[in-house]
């Protein structure tokens, strides 16, 4: 047998975050209903336990409850073998997660439909964390729905940045013009290359600012793996980028 591998620790807090997990976590029960060598199975535990706290801790934040029964792969192995088929398997899996991912999509949905306000201290450094989450969730990803999930995540993480722009640098309105609504990306983001950014020596600069955020609303709606990895380094450039607009 394989020997037990390191726990490991991943970080979920936003509902675009934890679809990402949701959505690999229902990837990878499905994958190893595959399975018949057990060494596989264990080899894959860390994993799933590292979604499953990630999830567990995440989700409670929302009162909404882990989906799954099951506390390790091999509790799974002993049910998955008298419901059938792979595909009955995989089907079984996806209707537990069903009503938590459908929470889950139904607040990422919403989530624009609201103005909080911007946070009092936040900063471009306070982004590191989610850079890091939306990193995390690449290497995971092993569904169409984990792609579109990476995808979901990153445009979350343009929100924050919207959020970070209105408060740090609400300047970037013109007189007499309304500011954009708190959450609109595309809008802060226009205004802050204007401001910071004109200039036909910065074009390149400001067409691929904007790319960047195109490639996150596609790879949210088309679940493939290429736009899924575009969109996460896309945003970290953007997060990278932006900030030194504005100090040069």
């Known amino acids: 047998m394989i020997g037990a591998s390191k726990r490991k620790t991943l970080r979920a807090t936003t509902p675009g975050e934890l679809l990402g997990v949701l959505d690999d976590q229902i990837g990878l029960l499905a994958g190893v209903a595959r399975y018949s060598d057990q060494d596989l199975i264990f080899a894959r535990e860390a994993d799933h336990d590292a979604n499953k706290d990630a ?18 792969l091999m509790s799974w192995r002993g049910t998955w073998r008298s419901i059938g088929g792979y595909s009955d398997r995989e089907q079984h899996i996806i209707d537990m997660a069903a009503p938590v991912r459908t929470k889950l999509v139904s607040l990422i949905n919403n989530a624009g439909l609201v103005d909080t306000g911007p946070d009092a201290e936040r900063s ?17 990803a092993e569904t169409k729905h984990a792609y579109k999930s990476i995808g979901v995540a990153a445009r979350d993480l343009h929100i924050e940045v919207a959020k970070i722009i209105s408060a740090l640098t609400p300047s970037v309105v013109p ?12 809008s802060w983001l226009d205004l802050y290359l204007a401001a910071h950014a004109s200039g036909s020596s910065n074009k390149e600069l400001r067409s691929l600012m ?10 949210a709606h088309s679940g493939k793996k290429a736009e899924a990895v575009a969109s996460a380094q896309a945003t970290i450039l953007i997060v990278r980028v932006l900030p030194i607009f504005m100090k040069s």
């Open 210 to 219: 904007r790319q960047a955020n195109l490639v996150a609303q596609s790879a």
């Open 124 to 140: 471009w450094s306070d982004l590191e964390e989610d850079l890091s989450a939306l990193a995390a969730l690449v290497p995971l």
């Open 55 to 72: 999830l567990t801790a995440g989700l409670k934040r929302l009162d909404l409850p882990y989906p799954f029964s099951y506390t390790t």
């Open 175 to 186: 007189n007499g013009q309304n500011s954009p609504k708190m959450g609109d990306f595309k």
